[in-house]
């Protein structure tokens, strides 16, 4: 579903398409602390726009002033080409599901999720109708006369997501929506949101905590961090081509060697780690000057493990087993370097291990190495 | 470990409060069943006070005085203490908002004496200036009631808003709700167990009020506590005592129906708990 997304519309790099949600220069403070600084983004119709950052870091603000909830201290906010300052919350095109699900816990839940409709003045029989399509959809039909306090918390999740999906908004804001679903109704109801993005066309923005969901639902990622942008992308870019070590850190799991750059040249780089013990080679420039402080960082899939010397000399480890994590389709390898630092290596399982053996046991010298192509410069 | 000699002190001490609590409230019921004229001696038992009191046209008026103020003070502080309420919660900081907050809660801190002597100076300098209140009772007392008692709904309604939150009510403007709709559809049906409360306070609290009453009224118009204020000041009298005794008997109906209905509430709520629980397996 992604990728096609990512092939057919791209819309973020073609500089003559129109931003569907136009954000200029947002701020937000409250009191004297800055939530949201000085924010720039554009987001396209029928995107599925993924706000990804830890607790705290503003993504709630923001989706807030989306909604019309909070008013920026500063910067402009357009929706499809309208300027929402002065637009009042019950009168913008877009829906929230809110964090704490916010069921209204005196009325049931086919009340709830027709509360939207029936302020649209929709006649009784299509309320009706499109409210028990929605409960179908979330599995919920046999529970459509409960009241909110009668349900589970994955259920009352369900309900909210039903109540702002009901209305088909152009732009529609989950913040956390599948954070208390199953795996099993987490990928149905992840599945159904981006059915619903390619049938209806909304525009969604989704705020998660859960890099894994953000990798596989959305078309972009915006990394967040104390009120800003640390990095927007699609997911291979945030994945494969991390901005900084905090964005690297956060999405996955990454090696990282800190270390000073000895060669500089237009087609390779070569960073020797602090303590001089190991040597970096990479097979692409950089901006960064001789002697500068960088940091190496190779994503534990990359690592190759060998029980004998591999054949190139560069990016090459050596280290001793210490721990395995076997996980079925791949075993999770620590190997602690002579400096005591730990690299996690990710094996996958071609053959069954025979005898319960594996590639590499307990307390084993092994080697590890990468290609020059697969490691990543970060400056910062 | 608690030891026995503390435990014991614990219980005395809780025997010795309960008494200091039910004893005079015991005496007063048996006295009131008492047959002499002279209230603390026994002169056997016999039902007269409260047939003295049945006939009493002056007790009935009274009551019903009291009743119908107290009826129409709870409404009036309620719908007044919650627009108050509302406004100090949810409409920001508006000009003079805490110049307002501190007004509504005034009375609560003002003793009952000022009230009650400011309000009587309003009231005749109103009829000075436009001729009314030409008659102090009924319409004065139940300003002068409704004057404090709005204050303590405005006070329940604000800690309930503030502790409901916006959620709900953003959640009602997200789906398109304009600001009175979210009032009527989402702030009022939650308020509505505050407003109860709040009815309810109101209500016993004019029903109690000796204090600011005797201060607003005017002649002929006794409420009961005013009445009773006045017989017993001339000495204990038994058909007062038959009085209280039916005051406390319906107080304590009142509470146990109150426990009974909170009780029946609590149950039917398990009863959905468990049926939730169990209603999940799919
Ligand atoms: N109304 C408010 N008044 C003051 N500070 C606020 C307010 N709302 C949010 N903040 C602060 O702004 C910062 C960002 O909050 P926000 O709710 O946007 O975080 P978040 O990224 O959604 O976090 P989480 O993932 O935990 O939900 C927090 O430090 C929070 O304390
Ligand atoms: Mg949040």
């Known amino acids: ?380 | 470990m608690v030891k026995r000699g503390s435990s014991t002190f614990l219980l005395s001490m809780l025997c010795f409060g309960m008494a200091f609590l039910y004893v005079p409230m015991f005496l007063l019921i048996v006295y009131s069943f008492n047959n002499s004229k002279i209230v603390p001696v026994w002169g056997g038992f016999s039902t007269r006070w409260y047939k003295v009191l049945f006939e009493s046209e002056e007790v009935w008026n009274a009551l019903a005085l009291s009743v119908k103020i107290a009826l129409v003070n709870a409404s009036f502080a309620t719908l007044l203490g919650t627009l108050a309420g509302l406004a100090l919660v949810r409409f920001g900081s508006f000009r003079g908002r805490t110049l307002f907050g501190g007004m509504v809660s005034a009375p609560l801190v003002m003793p009952e004496v000022i009230t009650g002597l400011s309000l009587l100076m309003l009231f005749i300098t109103l009829k000075e200036f436009v001729g009314w209140p030409d008659k102090r009772g009924f319409a004065t007392i139940t300003i002068a009631h409704i004057t404090f008692s709005m204050a303590y709904v405005a006070v329940i309604i604000q800690s309930r808003l503030t502790g409901m939150g916006t959620t709900l009510e953003e959640a009602a403007q997200d789906l398109g709700a304009r600001p009175l709709r979210v009032l009527v559809d989402i702030t009022l049906p939650l308020l509505a167990p505050g407003m109860l409360a709040g009815w309810l306070l109101a209500f016993t609290l004019s029903l109690d009020d000796l204090v600011i009453a005797s201060f607003v009224t005017g002649p002929g118009s006794n409420t009961l506590p005013m009445l009773i204020y006045s017989r017993v000041r001339l000495g204990l009298r038994p058909d007062i005592n038959a009085l209280a005794t039916i005051i406390i008997v319906t107080v304590m109906f009142a509470v146990a129906i109150a426990g009974w209905i909170m009780m029946r509430q609590q149950k039917q709520k398990e009863r959905e708990m468990q049926l939730a629980t169990t209603g999940d397996a799919q």
């Open chain 1, 1 to 380: 579903m992604t990728v096609s997304g990512e092939i057919l519309d791209q819309h973020w790099l073609d500089s003559r398409a129109r931003p569907f949600i136009h954000i200029r220069g947002v701020t937000k403070q409250f009191g004297g602390f800055t939530a949201v600084n000085n924010v720039d983004l554009d987001i396209y119709q029928g995107e599925l726009f993924c706000l990804l950052g830890g607790s705290g870091c503003g993504k709630t603000t923001l989706l807030r002033m989306l909604a019309g909830f909070e008013t920026p201290t500063s910067g402009v906010i357009s929706i499809d080409g309208v300027d929402m300052n002065d637009v009042p919350p019950y009168e913008r095109p877009v829906n929230m599901m809110f964090q704490s699900y916010a069921l209204f816990p005196h009325m049931n839940v086919e009340n709830n999720v027709a509360y939207g409709l029936k302020r649209d003045g929709l006649s009784k029989e299509e309320i009706r109708l499109r409210v028990g399509e929605m409960l179908a959809m979330v599995e919920l039909s046999d529970f459509s006369k409960r009241k909110p306090h009668q349900l589970s918390g994955g259920q009352k999740q369900r309900v909210a997501l039903a109540r702002s999906l009901v209305k088909r908004p152009k732009v529609l804001l989950l913040d956390e929506p599948l954070g208390a679903l199953d795996k099993r109704l987490r990928e149905q109801t992840q599945f159904e949101l981006m059915n619903i993005q390619d049938r209806l066309g909304v525009t969604f923005v989704v705020v998660t905590h859960d890099q894994e969901e953000a990798m596989t639902l959305s078309t972009r990622i915006a990394v967040m961090d104390a009120g800003q942008f640390v990095q927007v992308g699609t997911p291979t870019e945030i994945y494969e081509y991390p901005a900084t070590r905090r964005v690297a850190d956060f999405i996955g799991s990454i090696n990282m060697f800190e270390g000073r750059v000895t060669e500089n040249d237009a087609d390779h780089v070569v960073v020797d780690s602090t303590d001089n013990a190991l040597r970096f080679f990479m097979d692409h420039g950089a901006s960064v000057s001789d002697g500068s402080r960088v940091w190496v960082a190779v994503r534990p899939e990359k690592i190759r493990l060998s029980r004998t010397p591999p054949p190139n000399e560069a990016n090459q480890i050596e280290g001793v087993v210490q721990d395995i994590g076997y996980l079925g389709n791949v075993s999770i390898y620590r190997v602690r370097l002579e400096s005591g630092m730990i690299v996690e290596v990710t094996v996958p399982n071609q053959t069954r291990p025979r005898d319960g053996k594996h590639a590499a046991g307990w307390e084993d010298r092994v080697f590890l190495d990468w290609e020059a192509s697969s490691a990543i410069l970060l400056t910062r």
